[in-house]
């Protein structure tokens, strides 16, 4: 239930003066869950709540930088999705490259294209790979849009770029098992050179990460937030920033 507004508005407030600047986590990934739920709750068509999900991306990227975040990885589309009906299928590339080349007009991020692009239309690819060449030089917040992505096909995809690059250079495989090393298969994941996710938020309610980031999140907190991801609110956001900086990161030690 949402506060009166001035009450509202302090809250977020003095959420933002308690949250101390060096717990602020450098890379947030979110799992954007929740859309069709919310469009059935409003007895709307899926689409509606697809779009009203898309509509909110470039707030949410706007409360990223207020505070600070470097990296925002967003979950649009999984491998998963791909498996649905295809009419809401297309219906949901068809809102996805409208939000892509959206994000990309702003010239304010700049946009990586995180998934397999040979899983989608080649018109959606495009869209992918133009939007990521347009942003190429744009500073400040660095944005993954996740689209067919899944975390095992990412380790997949990431063991069998190790093996074509071996494979041309002529390494026996005997040679490669030998050497073969946790940093070798992350150098070709599709977030390499980035740093892994601190943060990883997840709407809806639902308590699971269903391969997001798999191999990335090993050491990542995780936020489950109730509400869907079209009424996630700023102060939810904060809530999240503000429960991360309260735990103690061991990192596996």
């Not at 239309?121 to 660095?142: D, M």
């Not at 050491?219 to 937030?225: D, M, P, V």
Request: one cysteine or more; a neutral charge; hydrophobic letters at 40%.
């Amino acid at each position: 239930m949402r506060l009166p507004h001035p009450l509202y508005r302090l809250y977020e407030r003095r959420l933002m003066a308690g949250l101390p600047r060096e717990a602020v986590p450098r890379h947030v990934g979110v799992m954007m869950d929740g859309n069709r739920r919310w469009a059935r709750s409003a007895g709307a068509p899926l689409a509606t709540g697809w779009r009203r999900g898309a509509d909110h991306i470039s707030e949410f990227l706007q409360w990223s930088e207020e505070v600070g975040v470097e990296v925002v990885t967003l979950w649009m589309l999984s491998t998963d999705n791909l498996k649905r009906d295809p009419d809401e299928v297309a219906d949901l590339l068809h809102i996805i490259q409208e939000a892509v080349r959206e994000l990309a007009r702003a010239r304010r991020w700049r946009l990586t294209a995180v998934g397999d692009l040979r899983l989608l239309p080649e018109e959606v690819a495009a869209t992918l790979r133009e939007a990521e060449s347009a942003t190429a030089g744009v500073g400040g917040l660095r944005v993954n849009v996740a689209v067919g992505y899944g975390g095992r096909h990412e380790i997949a995809d990431a063991v069998r770029a190790l093996l074509r690059e071996h494979a041309e250079a002529g390494t026996p495989l005997e040679d490669l098992a030998e050497e073969l090393t946790v940093e070798h298969i992350a150098r070709h994941l599709y977030t390499q050179g980035q740093p892994d996710p601190d943060l990883v938020i997840r709407t809806s309610g639902e308590q699971r990460i269903g391969g997001f980031l798999l191999w990335q999140s090993v050491h990542s907190e995780f936020y489950f937030c109730d509400a869907y991801w079209p009424d996630f609110r700023r102060v939810d956001f904060l809530r999240a920033l503000r429960s991360y900086a309260a735990r103690e990161r061991r990192l596996g030690r």
